[in-house]
């Protein structure tokens, strides 16, 4: 068994075809290496000229590219025929096209994004309803990470037809508040204690200045909004302060948030009726 297995290794080792594989080999391995280190030179040449997107668009075409160019070598190095594999791959280049149209769809949507620009690697965006953090932008798709650690891939396609909402695109972003007081309540003392609370806030900005607004009167109060101007950083920072200092405050001036209430109406000619509850 030994001898056998002995006479297995010697003929591998003397076969014709092991140079061929070896050089295969190290010419796959040294190739793939070596196009690591030219993207990686170039993408730190194209340094703060380029997006992000555009860097690693570029980064990955140059590399893939190489694959097929060491591919092609390997098999000319082991004596298969080129042009058996083009004309082979002509036909089959047609029945996949028809195969892939969705996927050549994606790649043309893809040149749109980068050379449209309407978000960045590290942009906060919506689409359709899916908020997340844009960590890849590649010739099919996109993906991004939501903040509950989620991760969702957005067809190329999808990003050019729907309505995308870049959330962190400018620096400066106003948060609206939406609240409401009861109709026995003095507006022009609810506006100042909320000017006065936006003022004092550290997160909410002078200028671009706190913006107040009697919306309506609703079936239970009058419906103000408050929309106070911030870095987009202190989103979480705005939100939680304000929220905490708008009840402290109301509760202060005895300013009363009203809850849903009905009014039961019988008619003139009728005498009041008492209604009362019972404890069980």
Same mark, same amino acid.
């Given at each position: 068994m030994f001898s056998g297995f002995t006479e297995f290794i010697k003929?591998?080792?003397?076969?014709?075809a092991l140079?061929?594989? /070896?050089? +295969? @080999?190290?010419? &796959?391995?040294?190739?793939? @290496? &070596? &196009?690591?280190? /030219?993207?990686h030179f170039i993408g730190k040449r194209m340094g703060k000229k380029y997006s992000p997107q555009v860097q690693m668009l570029t980064r990955k075409g140059i590399f893939y590219t190489g694959i097929i160019l060491l !591919?092609?070598?390997? !098999?000319?190095?082991?004596?298969?025929? *080129? %042009?058996?594999?083009?004309?082979?791959?002509?036909?089959?280049?047609i029945?996949?096209?028809?195969?892939?149209?969705? +996927?050549? %769809?994606?790649? /043309?949507?893809? /040149?749109f994004l980068v050379s449209e620009k309407p978000f960045a690697l590290?942009?906060?965006?919506?689409?359709?309803?899916? !908020?997340?953090?844009?960590? +890849? *932008?590649?010739?099919?798709?996109?993906?991004l990470k939501t903040f509950d650690n989620l991760f969702i891939r957005i067809p #190329?396609?999808?990003?050019?037809?729907? =309505?995308?909402? #870049?959330?962190?695109?400018?620096?400066?972003?106003? *948060? =609206?508040?939406e609240l409401s007081v009861a109709y026995k309540e003095d507006l022009s003392h609810v506006r100042g204690v909320l000017m006065d609370i936006? *003022?004092? =806030?550290?997160?909410?900005?002078?200028?671009?200045?706190?913006?107040? @607004?009697i919306k309506e009167f609703g079936t +239970?109060?009058?419906? @103000? &909004?408050?929309?106070?101007?911030?870095?987009? #950083?202190?989103?979480?920072?705005?939100? #939680?302060?304000i929220m905490t200092e708008i009840l402290e405050r109301f509760r202060k001036e005895s300013i009363e948030i009203p809850f849903p209430h009905i009014s039961v109406y019988t008619g003139e000619t009728t005498k009041p009726f008492p209604v009362a509850s019972q404890k069980k």
């Amino acid at each position: 068994m030994f001898s056998g297995f002995t006479e297995f290794i010697k003929s591998i080792l003397t076969h014709p075809a092991l140079p061929v594989v /070896i050089r +295969s @080999l190290a010419v &796959l391995f040294g190739g793939t @290496l &070596l &196009l690591k280190v /030219i993207t990686h030179f170039i993408g730190k040449r194209m340094g703060k000229k380029y997006s992000p997107q555009v860097q690693m668009l570029t980064r990955k075409g140059i590399f893939y590219t190489g694959i097929i160019l060491l !591919l092609f070598y390997v !098999l000319q190095q082991a004596g298969v025929k *080129m %042009s058996a594999i083009f004309g082979a791959a002509g036909i089959a280049g047609i029945a996949i096209g028809f195969a892939a149209q969705t +996927s050549i %769809s994606n790649i /043309i949507s893809g /040149i749109f994004l980068v050379s449209e620009k309407p978000f960045a690697l590290g942009d906060i965006i919506s689409v359709e309803g899916k !908020l997340g953090i844009v960590e +890849s *932008m590649d010739l099919l798709s996109i993906k991004l990470k939501t903040f509950d650690n989620l991760f969702i891939r957005i067809p #190329n396609t999808t990003i050019i037809n729907t =309505n995308v909402t #870049n959330i962190t695109r400018y620096p400066l972003r106003r *948060m =609206n508040f939406e609240l409401s007081v009861a109709y026995k309540e003095d507006l022009s003392h609810v506006r100042g204690v909320l000017m006065d609370i936006a *003022m004092k =806030n550290p997160y909410c900005l002078d200028d671009p200045a706190p913006y107040f @607004l009697i919306k309506e009167f609703g079936t +239970s109060g009058v419906a @103000l &909004l408050l929309g106070l101007w911030f870095e987009k #950083n202190d989103y979480t920072d705005l939100k #939680n302060s304000i929220m905490t200092e708008i009840l402290e405050r109301f509760r202060k001036e005895s300013i009363e948030i009203p809850f849903p209430h009905i009014s039961v109406y019988t008619g003139e000619t009728t005498k009041p009726f008492p209604v009362a509850s019972q404890k069980k």
